[in-house]
């Protein structure tokens, strides 16, 4: 069984940075890839980026990218979603999620098996 916590949401203006952190507890997740969904509300869970396992690999949904940035401690079984330039739009509960897939495979929730409890990211104008 994994645990997953989230931790590093608020509320931040448009254009600041928040970090996002996911600590992976009750058993180590080197070997999982690890995805950041979001969802706002009356919508859906969307894809938000990705990383392999061994922490190389990344994805990134388009409307982050080169925005959002993920990486991996496996020393530290954490993985860190740092977020610049932040919009309006990217308000939304940030979930991190554990699962053994690769590249495009990691888009889908279906592929996880481990969630965390989610973290609110409000961005105001």
């Known amino acids: 069984q994994v645990q997953l916590i989230e931790s590093g949401g608020g509320l931040v203006q448009a254009g600041g940075s928040l970090r996002l952190s996911c600590a992976a507890s009750g058993r180590t997740f080197s070997r999982s890839a690890v995805g950041w969904f979001r969802q706002a509300p009356g919508k859906e869970r969307d894809f938000v980026a990705a990383?392999?396992?061994?922490?190389?690999?990344?994805s990134y949904t388009d409307s982050v990218k080169g925005r959002f940035t993920i990486s991996k401690n496996n020393a530290k079984n954490t993985v860190y979603l740092q977020m610049n330039s932040l919009k309006p739009e990217d308000t939304a509960v940030y979930y991190c999620?554990?699962?053994?897939?690769?590249?495009?495979?990691?888009?889908?929730?279906?592929?996880?098996?481990?969630w965390g409890q989610g973290t609110q990211v409000t961005v105001s104008s």
């Open positions: 990383i392999s396992w061994i922490g190389v690999s990344t």
């Open positions: 999620a554990a699962g053994t897939c690769s590249g495009y495979g990691c888009t889908p929730a279906r592929v996880y098996d481990y």
